[in-house]
């Protein structure tokens, strides 16, 4: 079936209400568009585990920074419904920015204390924009279930504190990060990178793998460890290190020792210029 297109936030909520009548369940996936194989993976996974997918398409404003890319983030709508349709998407639900944020809006979302940490830290007010955003859409399209990538790995954990806090009753699933073949995550953003920086940025997976590498071989001092990851990443890039953290993959606090049975999240941020990519692994040591 061809994909509908939905953009007024009323109607939404009727399909909702009306696909929650007649026993349906709903799937949600949310997205800043410019669609990718990761994307993707999100709408299939939300197929297998409902009988509707809304996936939502909207460059939220309020996760910006002010010296962020909001203004340029890239855009291609005629590709991305082609794409959320073969991927089984049923509504492409794209609100406009006034309809979400009416003149007088005032209301947002705080999760506290993991969003001090590591994104957070970095890019301040950003998971207030991200948590806001997606109550609203839980919200308007009504969902059972809502899957979200582990490429943004903290994002996931702040939704999973929100969903708890605030008693959605959705089922939160997140989905394993789809990479190319190289080993780059995959990004809308990778597509400001230029062809030496694309090249180069393989070198977050490859220091994640290191990483994960040194911890089979038993090494267990994160400090040692982010020193010959960031060694490697300055060796083989021109990339500049924002962070690299070794956290304990529930709270995200770091970890100065990586103690054996332990499930340890190893993430960065690194800029290429002026574009910031993200990657992390999640290990058992
Ligand atoms: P975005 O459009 O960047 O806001 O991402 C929308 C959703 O897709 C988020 O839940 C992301 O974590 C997820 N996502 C983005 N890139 C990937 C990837 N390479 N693999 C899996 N999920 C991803």
């Given at each position: ?116 940490l ?129 956290a304990d993959?529930?709270t995200l606090s770091e ?31």
């Amino acid at each position: 079936m061809a994909i509908r297109v939905v953009t007024e936030l009323r109607e939404m909520q009727k399909i909702a209400d009306d696909l929650r009548a007649s026993g349906k369940r709903i799937g949600v996936v949310p997205t800043m568009g410019f669609l990718h194989e990761g994307h993707l993976s999100l709408m299939r996974i939300a197929r297998k585990h409902s009988d509707f997918v809304i996936t939502t398409l909207f460059v939220n404003p309020t996760q910006f920074g002010p010296k962020e890319d909001f203004a340029r983030y890239p855009r291609d709508f005629e590709r991305d419904r082609r794409l959320a349709e073969e991927a089984g998407s049923d509504v492409l639900f794209m609100p406009t920015t006034e309809d979400i944020y009416p003149a007088g809006y005032a209301t947002f979302v705080n999760v506290e204390g993991i969003t001090d940490l590591l994104e957070g830290k970095s890019r301040p007010g950003h998971f207030r924009g991200v948590a806001t955003v997606v109550a609203k859409l839980f919200n308007i399209t009504k969902p059972h279930v809502a899957v979200f990538g582990q490429k943004d790995a903290q994002q996931a954990a702040v939704i999973r504190q929100m969903t708890r806090d605030l008693n959605f009753d959705i089922q939160i699933i997140v989905a394993p990060i789809v990479r190319e073949a190289d080993g780059l995550a995959m990004s809308s953003r990778n597509s400001y990178l230029s062809s030496q920086q694309r090249k180069e940025a393989v070198v977050l997976f490859e220091s994640l793998r290191l990483a994960e590498k040194r911890i089979a071989e038993g090494v267990v001092e994160s400090s040692a460890m982010r020193e010959e990851m960031a060694r490697h990443m300055t060796k083989f890039s021109a990339g500049e290190i924002d962070y690299i953290s070794i956290a304990d993959h529930e709270t995200l606090s770091e970890l100065d020792q990586m103690s054996k049975g332990k499930t340890v999240l190893i993430s960065m941020a690194v800029r290429f210029g002026t574009t910031r990519l993200i990657d992390n692994i999640v290990v058992k040591v």
